[in-house]
C-alpha cells in the first residue's frame, strides 16, 4: 500500500518501525513536520534525527533538509527576524561571486536544526552549505561573511575572528556553516577530512593552536592518522564570538561509507572504542539503535490514468560525532530518513 507522502508520514513510519524514538520526540517532530508538509512539496523529503548517546535519557534533536528559500510563512517555524536580510545578502553574493577564481557557491537547499526544550521543539540554528575550490582562502571568506553577519550579534567581526582566520588557513572555507542563533552567539565550521592530506592538516592544525588544555586530543588525531581515510572523517569547530580568549569546541565526525549493516565497520569500532576510549555505556546505547537500522519500504500503485508510482522510503545511519573537551568525550549519532516519490507514466 502507498503512504501519504511527506515529512510527517516518514516520522510516522519510522516510529513504527522502531522504538528507539519516543512518544514525546515524535510528537515534537511531528508537530513540526506538519508545518512544514502545508509549505513545502518536493519528491524527495530528507529529515533526520541526532541521538545523544552520552545521556541516552535525552530526547533526541531533530533535523530536516530542503530549500530553505522556499517556506511561504518562516515565523511559521522560528525563523530569525533578520531571515529576509540574509536571504537578501545571499542573492547579492552571488552575483559577486560568479566571476571570481577561484570561486564558490552557495546552495538553497540546507539543514534545519531543531532542539528539543521541554516537551516541543525550536529551531536552533541553520547549516549554511557551502561549495567551494580547495584554494578558496580568506579573501573568498571575507565576501561569505558579510552575507552571514546579519545572523550574529552586531559587535561580532567574522572576518577578524582570530579562530576563524586559522580555521580558513588550515582547512580553507568550511562545508557547512552553522547559525546557531538560538543558542547564544555561536558559529558552527564543519569541513571534511577525506584524504591522507586532509587530516595531517588537522594534526597541523591542533599542534600550531596549541589545544593542551585538552591533552587526549593529540592521541585522538594521532590514531586517526593511523586507521586513515577509510573512516571519511570530518572537523567541527564550536566558536563562542562572545569570548575571543576560549578556544573553540572540537569535534570529529565519521561518515565512513558501508555502515548499512546493523553492526558498526571494525574502523569506525576501533576508533570509537580504542583511540577516542569511549566509555561502554555510551558504544552500548550507539549499539542499540544500531540495531533497527537500516530498514526500508517500497511501495507500489497503478494507476491507468497517473502511472505507476513508487514510494520508497529508508532509514540509515548518517554518521557519528565524537566531541573532545578536557574532562569527556561524548558520543553522538544521526540517524537520516529518506523518503523517494517517482511516477513512471505508462
Request: hydrophobic share 40%; with cysteine.
Amino acid at each position: 500500500m502507498l503512504h501519504a507522502k511527506g515529512y510527517t508520514a516518514l516520522i510516522n513510519w519510522f516510529s513504527a518501525q522502531s522504538p528507539i524514538l519516543s512518544h514525546d520526540a515524535k510528537e515534537a517532530a511531528c508537530a513540526v513536520a506538519i508545518i512544514l508538509d502545508k509549505q513545502w512539496s518536493a519528491s524527495i523529503y530528507t529529515c533526520g534525527f541526532e541521538f545523544h548517546h552520552y545521556q541516552s535519557s535525552r530526547h533526541p534533536d531533530f533535523l530536516v533538509f530542503g530549500d530553505t528559500t522556499k517556506i511561504s510563512n518562516p515565523n511559521s517555524i522560528g525563523y530569525p527576524p533578520w531571515w529576509s536580510t540574509y536571504e537578501n545578502n545571499i542573492i547579492s553574493l552571488k552575483n559577486k561571486i560568479s566571476d571570481l577564481t577561484p570561486s564558490f557557491s552557495i546552495p538553497s537547499d540546507n539543514w534545519l536544526e531543531f532542539d528539543m526544550k521541554e516537551s516541543s521543539l525550536i529551531l536552533a540554528g541553520i547549516w549554511q552549505g557551502v561549495v567551494s575550490n580547495p584554494n578558496c582562502c580568506l579573501e573568498q571568506w571575507s565576501l561569505l561573511s558579510q552575507a552571514l553577519a546579519c545572523g550574529f550579534n552586531p559587535d561580532s567581526d567574522l572576518q577578524t575572528s582570530l579562530h576563524i582566520r586559522n580555521f580558513i588557513n588550515f582547512f580553507s572555507l568550511p562545508n557547512q556553516v552553522g547559525m546557531m542563533f538560538n543558542r547564544g552567539n555561536f558559529i558552527k565550521l564543519m569541513v571534511p577530512l577525506f584524504g591522507y592530506d586532509e587530516i595531517r592538516r588537522l594534526k597541523n592544525y591542533i599542534e600550531a593552536l596549541g589545544f593542551k588544555h585538552i591533552p587526549r586530543l593529540k592521541p585522538i588525531i594521532d590514531g586517526l592518522i593511523e586507521i586513515g581515510p577509510i573512516l571519511r572523517p570530518a572537523i567541527s569547530i564550536d566558536i563562542d564570538l562572545n569570548d575571543t580568549s576560549s578556544f573553540p569546541m572540537v569535534a570529529l565526525e565519521i561518515h565512513q561509507k558501508k555502515q548499512k549493516g546493523r553492526n558498526m565497520q571494525p574502523e569506525t569500532s576501533k576508533f570509537l572504542e580504542y583511540v577516542c576510549k569511549i566509555d561502554s555505556s555510551q558504544i552500548s546505547d550507539l549499539n542499540n539503535c544500531l540495531t533497527y537500522l537500516p530498514s526500508g519500504l517500497r511501495s507500489r500503485r497503478l494507476d491507468f490514468a497517473e502511472g505507476l508510482s513508487i514510494q520508497t522510503r529508508t532509514a540509515e545511519l548518517n554518521h557519528l560525532k565524537v566531541s573532545i573537551s578536557s574532562n569527556a568525550v561524548r558520543l553522538k549519532s544521526y540517524v537520516r530518513l529518506v523518503e523517494h516519490n517517482h511516477v513512471d507514466h505508462l
